[in-house]
Structure formats: structure tokens, C-alpha cells
């Protein structure tokens, strides 16, 4: 599946909604300011990137997209707030990974909203690729290396991530699941904490999603030796996916797009896909999402749910081996 936003996928897109112009939008949407929910904390990946798009979706479309950072239980708080509003297109949900496909599944007790039932997907507008890196003062040089490692020395290896149920715990539960070793996950407060704990000897690795990392790499204070993409990523070209590098099967990857609640009306939801599919072809934006460590991209709604019902398998598996108990 093409999720990079090319000639081809804009042609489509403009066949799908021969637009009339966002400033022609159905009874003059937008007319006041949009509520752009994120459900995750100021300064993260998530909402740096949906502050990129917010800035150039409320250019097209002639009202300010306002980011309102919900944070709490895994996304839900988030999810929740939007998936009960008021569905006139006044309140949009960043969606991500934590929101859709692994909160709802950790927080059963007290998520508010069907992930799949509440919410219409518009559009990705982002991935951010999961990578494997390690300290470079470990011999190991490729994931062969790693696993080679593991496999000799079972329990030794230090696996570093940002908290027992965050995105980067259950892709390193699912990575050494899938490559058959044993390693010590350890949970640190945050991915700052953790990146800190590779880059200082105390674990030895950790799969983290690219913005928090890749200062770090172009610094030379870790070392990356795979992606957890099916694909070789645009934003590092020179790394092997980890498909490739030994360990069939294995993927793993963050995203961001755009949903709204479910009820909200067919002409505004395509209002607003127009706007998120014109911010991503905007070369200024592009670049932007690039400098964060993000792929950006355009999707159609049909491909955005197909891979929220992906990731929610994925995810739902590695909370099973992670033994991590939903509450």
C-alpha cells in the first residue's frame, strides 16, 4: 500500500473530490476558529507535526486550527473529547497510534469511544518510523550482530523504552518475539529518559520513533541499524528495514492523520480532507514534517482505516506477548 503522497495519489484525490474551492465550503464552513484535539503532551512528536499541518490547513481554509493538547491514559482522554463533541466539523482529532491501536486495547475499563465506530478517518499526513538504535560503543553493527549477541548471551541485553505500554515498549517486545530472544526490557520515565539511559552504556538498544531520535544519530551519539518499516525510509535511505536485516514478518511504525467524529456531515468531511491533502502537497510543509523526522503523506480515508485495523492487530499482539494486563 502507497501511503507517500505522488502524482498519481493527488490525481486520484482530485477525481475523488473535483473540488470546489475550501472557501466554497457547504453553508460557508469553516466560519469560527477549528479545535484541533491532540492527545498527547506539548512537545511530542505528535503535536510538533500537528502543529506543522494545523498552520497551513487554517491558510486553506480561512480559520485557525487551534491545538488543544488532552493528554492522559494512553490518547483516550483525547479520543474520548472528540469522539463525544459535537460533530459540525468545529472539533478534529490528530489521531495516532496510541489513540486508535493501543490505548483503546490497554484502558478497556475506562476508554469512552469505539476507535473504529466513533470516528471518521480523513486522511494520514504522517509515519514516523520506528528505529533500532544502540550504543556505539557495542560491537553490534547490524541486527544480525544483535541477535547473534542475544542468542549467546540469553537475558544480558539491556532493552531500553519510554514505559511499559508506550509505542517504543511493545515494538521491542514485538522485535524480540519475532526474532526469537530473550532481552530485559527496561521501562524509563519518558523517551527522553530512555534515549539518555543508550547513550550513557546503562541499556544497550532501543526501537523509538524517528523525531526523538535522530539528533542523536546525526550526532553520532547512537548508532541506527534498522528501520521498522516494509520499506526503506525517505528520511533514512542508508538504513536496512529490519524485514531485510533478518527478522521475516517484522513491522512496526507511528503515524498521524486527521479523523473527525463519525455523525459529522459527508460535505464537511470533505472540507477538511481537501485542506489536509492541499497542506501536504505545500513544499513549505513538507519540508517541515521532514526536518521533525516524519514521512509526510496524503491518504484516502479507505487506506487510513485500513491501517488503523492493521496496527490494532499488531499492537494487540505485542500487548499479548508483552503480558502487560489491560485494566
Known amino acids: 500500500m502507497r501511503y507517500l503522497l505522488t502524482a498519481a495519489t493527488a490525481l486520484a484525490a482530485a477525481f475523488m473530490y473535483c473540488a470546489p474551492a475550501l472557501a466554497a465550503s457547504p453553508d460557508g464552513y469553516p466560519t469560527r476558529p477549528v479545535r484541533l484535539v491532540v492527545a498527547q503532551a506539548p512537545g511530542s512528536s505528535i503535536d510538533a507535526m500537528s502543529r ?16 488543544d493538547n488532552r493528554t492522559g491514559a494512553g490518547g483516550t482522554i483525547g479520543g474520548g473529547i472528540v469522539a463525544h463533541s459535537e460533530p ?26 469505539d476507535p473504529f465506530k466513533d470516528f471518521a478517518p480523513l486522511s494520514m499526513f504522517a509515519v514516523t518510523q520506528n528505529l533500532l538504535v544502540v550504543n556505539p560503543k557495542t560491537p ?3 541486527v544480525r550482530d544483535l541477535i547473534a549477541y542475544a542468542k ?6 539491556n532493552w531500553a523504552n ?3 505500554g508506550f509505542q517504543s515498549h511493545l515494538a521491542g517486545v514485538l ?11 527496561v521501562p524509563y520515565k519518558g523517551a527522553g529518559a530512555s534515549l539518555g539511559a543508550v547513550i550513557a552504556g546503562e541499556s544497550q538498544v532501543t526501537l523509538v520513533p524517528a523525531p526523538s531520535v535522530m539528533g542523536h544519530l546525526q550526532a553520532g ?4 541499524l534498522a528501520v521498522g518499516s516494509e520499506k526503506r525510509s525517505t528520511i533514512a535511505p542508508d538504513l536496512p528495514t529490519i524485514i531485510e536485516s533478518g527478522v521475516p514478518g517484522y513491522l512496526s511504525s507511528g503515524w498521524a492523520g486527521i479523523s473527525v467524529p463519525s455523525k459529522t456531515p459527508k460535505k464537511i468531511q470533505r472540507a477538511i480532507y481537501d485542506a489536509v491533502v492541499k497542506a501536504m502537497k505545500d513544499p513549505a510543509t513538507n519540508a517541515a514534517m521532514v526536518k521533525l523526522g516524519a514521512e509526510p503523506m496524503a491518504t484516502t480515508g479507505e487506506e487510513f482505516a485500513a491501517v488503523i485495523k492493521r496496527d490494532w492487530v499488531a499492537f494487540g499482539n505485542a500487548i499479548k506477548v ?6
Request: charged share 10%; aromatic share 8%.
Open 152 to 157: 549467546a548471551n540469553p537475558g544480558k541485553l
Open 140 to 142: 553490534f553493527k547490524s
Open 88 to 113: 459540525d466539523g468545529y472539533t478534529v482529532f490528530a489521531a495516532a497510534t496510541a489513540s486508535q491501536c493501543i490505548g483503546p486495547q490497554l484502558y478497556r475499563k475506562h476508554v469512552t469511544y
Open 175 to 185: 522485535f524480540t518475539h519475532t526474532a526469537g530472544i530473550n532481552a530485559l526490557h
Open 322 to 327: 508483552s503480558g502487560i494486563t489491560p485494566n
Open 221 to 224: 551519539r547512537l548508532r541506527g
Open 52 to 67: 506543522v499541518i494545523a498552520i497551513k490547513m487554517g491558510e486553506l481554509m480561512g480559520q485557525q486550527l487551534v491545538v
Open 162 to 164: 519510554a514505559g511499559s
